[in-house]
């Protein structure tokens, strides 16, 4: 047995906690005695001490105790990665927080029921918002949501046919506002003509380390072709980006943005002389059944991502864009799912933002057997797929 040994009482006051909070990291497993008395009392050592503190170290940056608990049975390397990914969590966090400042700024000019009602839109949005950081904190669920496409009944992959329609050629000036995890890039690498310069921001600072790592590895083909990329972060609410562009992208990210007029005034401004400006989005009827199917399955399911798709669809999306762009022309692709794996139906259902997860990980195996039920009655399950894209001009 150790020299030195401390009692639970002993520990708390070196740590400075209360006795309950020894007690209660005990009882969750991660901070165990070393040895009892024979009356009962508890023992620790010098290396409990360390531990404890490491612990109210991971509590105090914000882990949650499933997260201290994952830690600290994990290698070093595990460790620095768990660090990297609360800090780009923290940082969304803080863009969030501003953004709310921001809009509570605007809000003070405004006056009687126009107040309310812009206090309840920050509201419903601040809330919706969040939800879409967390699920977006990474490219993990953003991977979980591309899987699915493999099953496309489309002659050409959809960043293949976004890619076609970008009219991409040598020389040009690119900003892709909301890049995820690059994967347009990726898919295309091979097509990008030389010396073009590319630009790609994200609202998440996890994307952007995901996307800036993928092309990466890609560094020495580009670099032999004289094709530039930068990364940043940067908020589409208020689009604080200079200089003058040849094509800016937008790829499945207007509907998330609230202050989409000011954005669209913006890349109209940032627009060279004979540049496009090309976006993406879904139809009303995008997922269908898919979506019916889950809300059968549960009466529960909140998903924002529903609400705020049907902000700008390929539906009501022209004439928003008319307002600011001359010019504005849409293509949709041609293009649905037939899917016969009941796994990759549940990891995209899994990815939505909302309670879906929290509801999934209590029933999940209830909805993966009423997907394979349906996929053995019918040999596969038909999912209608709606997306397009808007070009426009000055």
């Known amino acids: ?75 070093g390397d595990s460790v620095k990665l768990s660090l990297a990914a609360q800090k780009n969590l923290l940082l969304e966090k803080k863009a969030h927080i501003e953004a709310i400042i921001s809009a509570l700024d605007e809000a003070q000019g405004i006056e009687g029921d126009e107040l309310w009602e812009k206090l309840s839109e920050i509201m419903k949005f601040t809330a919706q918002k969040e939800k879409i950081i967390t699920q977006y904190a990474d490219d993990s669920n953003l991977q979980r949501r591309i899987n699915i496409h493999a099953y496309s009944t489309a002659e050409t992959p959809w960043m293949q046919w976004v890619f076609d329609r970008l009219e991409i050629s040598g020389g040009m000036k690119i900003l892709e506002i909301g890049c995820g995890n690059a994967l347009l890039w990726r898919e295309n690498i091979d097509r990008i003509p030389e010396n073009t310069e590319i630009y790609l921001t994200d609202y ?83 997922m269908e059944e898919l979506n019916r199917m889950l809300t059968e399955f549960s009466g529960e399911i909140q998903s924002p991502f529903f609400e705020m798709s049907d902000e700008f669809t390929l539906e009501n999306g022209g004439g928003l864009l008319e307002k600011v762009f001359g010019r504005v022309e849409k293509e949709e692709q041609d293009s649905n799912l037939i899917v016969d794996d009941a796994r990759a139906i549940y990891d995209y259902v899994y990815s939505y933002p909302g309670n879906v997860k929290e509801i999934l990980d209590k029933r999940g195996g209830d909805f993966i057997a009423m997907i394979r039920e349906k996929i053995e009655k019918e040999g596969a399950m038909f999912i209608r797929k709606s997306q397009g894209i808007f070009t426009c001009s000055k």
């Open 1 to 75: 047995m150790p020299d030195k040994l401390y009692t639970a009482g002993e520990l708390a006051k070196m740590a400075g906690v209360s006795l309950r909070t020894v007690r209660f990291y005990d009882s969750k497993g991660i901070l165990k005695p070393i040895a009892h008395s024979d009356s009962g009392y508890r023992y620790y050592d010098c290396n409990s001490v360390e531990r404890l503190q490491k612990i109210l170290m991971m509590k105090f940056i914000g882990f949650s105790l499933e997260q201290i608990q994952q830690i600290m049975s994990s290698d």
């Open 204 to 286: 998440s600072q996890g994307m952007v380390e995901s996307a800036e790592n993928l092309l990466s590895e890609l560094k020495p083909e580009t670099d032999s072709r004289g094709i530039k990329f930068r990364f940043g972060t940067a908020d589409a609410n208020d689009l604080k980006i200079c200089g003058k562009y040849d094509l800016v992208i937008a790829n499945h990210v207007l509907y998330h943005v609230r202050e989409r007029g000011k954005l669209l005034e913006r890349v109209h401004d940032m627009l060279t002389d004979g540049g496009r400006f090309c976006c993406t989005t879904i139809g009303q009827f995008h």
